[in-house]
């Protein structure tokens, strides 16, 4: 019975200690059992290989294929049909025998019965026009590619199947490693009414005149991507994930209404047969011209054209060398000027093309924003290799492609306009001429990762714009301007990391948290100059090429040496938040080494203590006569003599024996990590004088104490006030518990108070009659 009582009693126990070990367990921190904010993004990122290195540079086997264009358009302008037929030749450098092609059929988005379409949600409007229900349910816009033919180089045809946005092209023979070939497609298609049918290409009508223009991009077959990382990427179109394209050549012929004007990706070979000998002279003036744009076409010029509806035809040939896709727009309507812009040893003419009902904006800002992009852009990036870049203005649109975009920004018909839409004009026209360089030059899959251009872009943007004016109200890049978005509910946000077609607030999280995180990195954790060589190596080693995450968060920690691992994961992969709270203050003068001080102040701090003690207790015999009081008998030394506050001999000697040291305060602070975004701790300290000291300290603080963190610092003036991220550069998401401003004084003494067992053994009262 006593046997097993015992052991009873020893499980017991045993029971007990793993219940208390698994208590203490939950409240292990996160980074205490592997989950550390700072552990490497080895699971995240794939595998480095031959095709792409450790460092985040093309590896020695990277390869990427390439597709050349010759194609024939016609427009019809009473129809708005567009026909075209293309050669392509497709070359294949990958080291896989493919034994067939996929070709993007963009247009197809737009289709009846499509997968956009079908994928359309929503409940009855509280009010609806017949007209609208007619436009929006029953006469659909007829879109999509109409594929007439598809054969070989010896002219025999060749199966293809049409998946929504994708046609596969089954070869007769497999395509074998470094070998090229070259198929026919014809086709046309319905041009859509963008003001209308919405869509990123288009035509705007103007009805009391009866002219149109028009802004044609996605408008032929285009060949798909096949990579190292993605195999073919022929993700469906939906139509928020843009595009991913091999890069070529294209030689392009446009036949349109002899009195229209064309702007278009690439050289206009045949200025001579399309342009009269007054454009042809301005445009030479516009190609040695620097400080302003000169008019090549006059608005005077295009009311003219706008009169004529000419029924005879010319056409406009062009040739672009190395770019990844194809643009152009036409109209009787343009007005046309251009100067140029030096970058580097090259020359490019910074161009526009707008209707009058652009002016007097676009005249007098369309031009030079393009060059002040291509000049910006280039210093940050790679310098501008093409020899054009265009602004074309329509209604309400922003749109990109190599060499040419479309912008809105339009004025009043009386010609005023307000602020924000001169402002927003400039911003937009920034951003879409510098999608020149994010994906056009750093060709980035946009169908997976929208972040990758429109980020990189929109930081860039930022740049630029503050390039322009220093007192820019840039929309998005300061971190402030981020607050609100990363303070909503997390189940209404996803990770940068998220393929575009699933991104909830596409602004927000595409645009404008990765351009704020980028402008973090640059000026407040790595600093400018460590930051500029980093992103501007990125920029060099993947022009021209397809890059990936992996190849950007590398290479700029391979070009920087800073590890910015947690940065990635918080801003990236996470939607936490930065919210940092200064939880506890504390503030000791320098200790004094003057005894009759030092038994004043410890005075003072145990008074001070026994005040607390008494309104915290109510003691009820606080005020009333003890026995100490009443009887001397209860009386000793240390009643009558003794100071228990008073300096011993013994410290006294060694106070002497110190150095005085510099007049000042010791600050403590201690910081939570509230919103669980790892990021540096910047602290401004204010004294009473109205002077200020800032500390600047790294993300790597946190290591090891993910959650909370006390440091201390020493400071010649005492601090009347203490904030964490002053300067609002952090995007901490609530700024009211980040101040501290009150009484937080601590009382330091130069030699350390006497533990417990030291108090036991020591004999004031011997040290008294000595």
């Known amino acids: 019975m006593v046997f097993g009582m015992k052991n009873s009693i020893l499980l017991a126990t045993a029971c007990a200690s793993l219940l208390h070990l698994g208590a203490q367990a939950q409240h292990v921190p996160a980074d205490r059992l592997g989950h550390s904010k700072f552990r490497q993004l080895e699971q995240e990122l794939p595998t480095p290989n031959s095709y792409r290195n450790a460092a985040g540079a093309p590896g020695h086997a990277y390869y990427q294929n390439r597709a050349d264009y010759d194609i024939q358009l016609t427009l019809d302008e009473k129809t708005h049909v567009l026909t075209g037929t293309e050669w392509i030749t497709y070359r294949n450098n990958s080291p896989d025998a493919l034994t067939y092609l996929w070709v993007q059929l963009d247009q197809n988005m737009m289709k009846p019965g499509s997968m956009t379409d079908q994928s359309k949600k929503g409940s009855i409007p509280s009010s609806i026009t017949p007209e609208q229900i007619n436009e929006q349910y029953v006469d659909k816009y007829q879109g999509g590619f109409n594929v007439t033919e598809v054969k070989s180089a010896t002219g025999g045809k060749l199966p293809y199947v049409i998946n929504n946005t994708m046609m596969r092209v089954d070869l007769p023979a497999a395509l074998a490693p470094g070998q090229s070939v070259r198929f026919y497609v014809a086709w046309n298609y319905l041009i859509n009414d963008r003001m209308k049918d919405g869509g990123r290409s288009g035509y705007e009508h103007f009805d009391e005149e009866g002219n149109t223009l028009y802004t044609i991009a996605q408008f032929f077959p285009r060949m798909a991507v096949y990579g190292d990382n993605v195999g073919w990427q022929h993700k469906q179109f939906l139509g928020q994930g843009e595009f991913t394209l091999p890069f070529g050549d294209y030689k392009v012929a446009i036949t349109v209404p002899s009195d229209h004007l064309v702007a278009a990706t690439g050289t206009l070979t045949n200025e001579a047969s399309v342009l009269t000998a007054t454009q042809r002279q301005r445009l030479a003036e516009a190609r040695k011209t620097t400080d302003k744009p000169v008019i090549i076409a006059t608005e005077a010029e295009a009311r003219e054209r706008e009169k004529t509806k000419a029924t005879s035809t010319k056409t406009w040939t062009f040739s672009a060398k190395n770019v990844r896709d194809f643009a152009f727009a036409t109209s009787r309507k343009f007005i046309w000027d251009a100067m140029t812009v030096k970058v580097g040893n090259r020359t490019t003419l910074a161009e526009s093309f707008y209707p009058k009902e652009g002016n007097p904006l676009w005249e007098q800002f369309s031009t030079r924003a393009v060059a002040q992009t291509i000049e910006t852009y280039s210093k940050f990036t790679v310098d501008y290799p093409y020899e054009r870049a265009i602004s074309v203005h329509t209604d309400d649109i922003g749109m990109e492609y190599p060499m040419i975009c479309f912008n809105g920004g339009r004025p009043d018909p009386d010609g005023t306009y307000s602020e924000a839409e001169k402002l927003g004009m400039i911003s937009v026209i920034i951003h879409e001429v510098g999608h020149n360089f994010f994906p056009m030059i750093i060709n980035s899959d946009e169908r997976q990762w929208t972040w990758m251009d429109e980020g990189l872009n929109t930081f860039v943007q930022y740049l630029t714009e503050q390039e322009w004016d220093v007192n820019y109200p840039s929309r998005r890049g300061p971190a402030y301007k981020i607050v609100e978005y990363m303070r909503a509910p997390a189940l209404n946000q996803v990770p940068i990391m998220t393929n575009s077609e699933s991104i909830l607030q596409f602004g927000n999280n595409a645009y404008g948290k990765p351009a704020t995180a980028l402008n973090i990195l640059r000026e407040t954790v790595m600093g400018r100059e460590l930051f500029d ?6 920029c060099t080693r993947w022009a021209f090429k397809h890059p990936s995450p992996a190849d950007f968060f590398r290479t700029m920690e391979d070009a920087s ?47 001070a203590e026994y005040a607390a003690f008494i309104g915290n207790q109510r003691n009820e015999t606080s005020n009333r006569p003890t026995k100490v009081d009443k009887d001397p008998a209860y009386r000793d030394f240390y009643v009558t003599e003794y100071n228990r506050h008073a300096v011993s001999k013994a410290d006294a000697k060694r106070l002497a024996g110190l150095k005085p040291g510099p007049s000042g305060y010791l600050h403590e602070v201690t910081v939570k990590n509230v919103g669980g975004l790892i990021m540096p701790v910047v602290v401004r300290y204010t ?50 518990n980040n101040v501290w401003g009150g009484d937080a004084d601590l009382h330091l003494e130069a030699l350390p108070k006497p533990t417990g067992a030291q108090l036991w053994r020591s004999n004031p009262m011997r040290d008294a009659r000595n």
């Not at 060589?533 to 990125?538: D, G, L, N, P």
């Not at 940065?567 to 003068?589: C, H, M, N, P």
């Not at 959650?707 to 002053?726: G, H, M, N």
């Open 533 to 538: 060589h980093a992103f501007k190596t990125y």
């Open 561 to 607: 040496g800073v590890d910015l691992d947690w940065f990635w994961r918080g801003w990236f992969y996470t939607t936490e938040a930065v919210d940092q709270e200064l939880s506890k203050v504390r503030i000791a003068a320098v200790p004094t080494l003057d005894p009759k001080e030092l038994e004043a102040q410890r005075k003072a701090e145990a008074d």
């Open 687 to 736: 004294f009473a004088d109205g002077s200020s000291h800032i500390e600047r300290w790294p993300a790597e603080i946190w290591i090891q104490s993910e959650q909370e963190f006390t440091k201390t610092v020493f400071l010649p003036k005492k601090a009347v006030s203490i904030d964490l991220d002053p300067f609002r550069e952090l995007a901490d998401i609530d700024l009211y």
